[in-house]
């Protein structure tokens, strides 16, 4: 059989003549992503960066998820996550985004979670070892990131539905397989499938190799297991594709060749394209600039205003990789912006899409609120946000629970809550207006504070020093 090959397949080979300018009904939409073929249209996207193998195979890849060509339906698709935190970040979205994308197609999907490979470290992409996490850290970490890919689950399931029949997700957690292995038994029943030359080939062992730092053998070793995950699900769930970031395509190849050798069947790999920030580093835990998924790392009006803030040479990139909108409606938003740039309306609906995803309908109208509050001076969304909003927002402010005594004045309540300093200088920093309450300056000290000014209907009240300076009270016995 000719060797596998790897090769990008531009926009138009996939496209052929048919456009796709015009901008659709609603009701038809996926069904001309459809009509398009599953892989074409996400190419379009530019979701799906790489195929592999392209060709030399009984069945070719684009053939599997056509009915049409004899495709078997529906396929099974993974992708691995391995703990490496106890929460995803945006880095992640794209292999998810993907998996959806079948899953919306109607095939079964799997999130595979690395309990056991994270123990090793995935040296894909890294010029120097991961830190070292011990077996308790990372079941923990496994935990919290199944129950992350199940909540991301849910929310498509139930704010993105289409009408139509979708595919099963399935959370599994590879440590449960490879609990029950034996270490020589598993070396004796699969080292020998591997050839040394081919692992040393790979991009990532070349360059760590030849870094100062070199490599260990279990980080030598990680390709090896992830080829027996894809063998492993092949084996119980019939997955023939596993998708991946860019950087794992060596990993991939290695799962290919080796459940070709023990089965002599074929399986694919498909890379999605690696997010990086504005200087070219890549979007995660280890490069220091993850934003995380998980409302407790990073708030949902933190996740909202990362995708708002994105430039207008690449918002209708992302509008394209981070969303369902079809690509007519992706035409139609940007023809807009070119009229009203002002309005940053793809900027928007890019934020509104992903927080949506990631934290729900009640998670998109909390990033709202707090955008109101912070850059509106809103009083209505101070109004109506909770505790746990404020400290999101304001998360250097200090927070304070305070008894409201009858007569309690602004200066009291600075002072309570530890935000001016006692004596002239704390008495003058409100007369020289210094201080405000909930947006609003106030200059008099002795002012007695009045529930609907000075403290909001939720019973909080916002004091700010000077401009930077915050302080959330929560008062008690209203």
């Not at 099974?76 to 995803?88: E, H, M, Q, R, V």
Request: charged share 20%.
């Amino acid at each position: 059989m000719a060797a596998p090959m790897l090769r990008c397949i531009s926009r138009s080979q996939w496209l052929g003549t048919q456009g796709l300018s015009g901008v659709l009904p609603l009701g038809l939409r996926e069904a001309h992503s459809a009509a398009q073929g599953l892989l074409a249209v996400q190419k379009a996207r530019g979701l799906f960066k790489e195929f592999f193998p392209e060709k030399g195979t009984k069945t070719e890849l684009p053939e599997l998820f056509d009915r049409g060509t004899g495709g078997k339906f529906p396929q099974t698709i993974y992708c691995g996550f391995d703990p490496t935190a106890d929460s995803l970040h945006v880095g992640h979205l794209l292999a998810l985004l993907g998996l959806f994308h079948f899953q919306r197609a109607g095939h079964n999907v799997i999130a595979l979670v690395g309990g056991a490979t994270a123990r090793l470290g995935d040296p894909s992409g890294r010029t120097k070892e991961r830190e070292a996490l011990d077996a308790e850290r990372v079941q923990s970490n496994a935990r919290a990131l199944s129950q992350g890919l199940k909540a991301l689950a849910a929310n498509h399931q139930q704010l993105f539905a289409n009408g139509r029949t979708w595919g099963s997700f399935t959370v599994l957690d590879n440590s449960a397989w490879y609990q029950k292995q034996d270490l020589v038994n598993f070396l004796a029943a699969v080292g020998g499938h591997f050839r040394m030359g081919t692992l040393l080939s790979r991009l990532s062992v070349q360059t760590r190799l030849k870094s100062s730092e070199g490599m260990s053998l279990a980080e030598f070793l990680y390709q090896v297991l992830q080829a027996y995950d894809f063998y492993y699900l092949f084996q119980h769930y019939g997955c023939r594709v596993q998708l991946g970031g860019s950087d794992q395509l060596g990993n991939i190849m290695s799962g290919y060749e080796f459940i070709h050798k023990l089965t002599g069947e074929d399986v694919f790999g498909i890379s999605v394209p690696l997010i990086t920030s504005t200087t070219g580093a890549k979007l995660g835990k280890s490069a220091g600039n993850a934003v995380w998924l998980n409302r407790d790392k990073t708030s949902p009006f933190e996740l909202y205003q990362f995708f708002l803030r994105q430039q207008d040479d690449l918002v209708e990139r992302y509008l394209k990789l981070f969303t369902f909108l079809p690509l007519p409606e992706i035409d139609h938003i940007m023809q807009l912006h070119v009229k009203e740039p002002e309005k940053r309306g793809p900027q928007k609906r890019l934020a509104a899409e992903v927080t949506k995803l990631v934290h729900g309908q009640e998670g998109l109208a909390s990033a709202k609120r707090c955008t109101q509050a912070l850059y509106h001076s809103s009083i209505d969304a101070l109004e109506v946000m909770s505790d746990q909003e404020l400290k999101e927002l304001f998360k250097e402010a200090s927070f304070s629970e305070l008894v409201l005594d009858p007569g309690t004045s602004v200066l009291d309540t600075c002072r309570k809550a530890n935000a001016i300093p006692d004596g002239p200088r704390g008495y003058r920093m409100i007369t020289e207006g210094g201080v405000s309450i909930n947006h609003r300056q106030v200059t008099n000290p002795e002012s007695v504070l009045v529930v609907g000014q000075h403290i909001l209907k939720n019973g909080l009240s916002l004091l700010k020093i000077g401009k930077r300076n915050f302080y959330i009270i929560k008062w008690l016995r209203l």
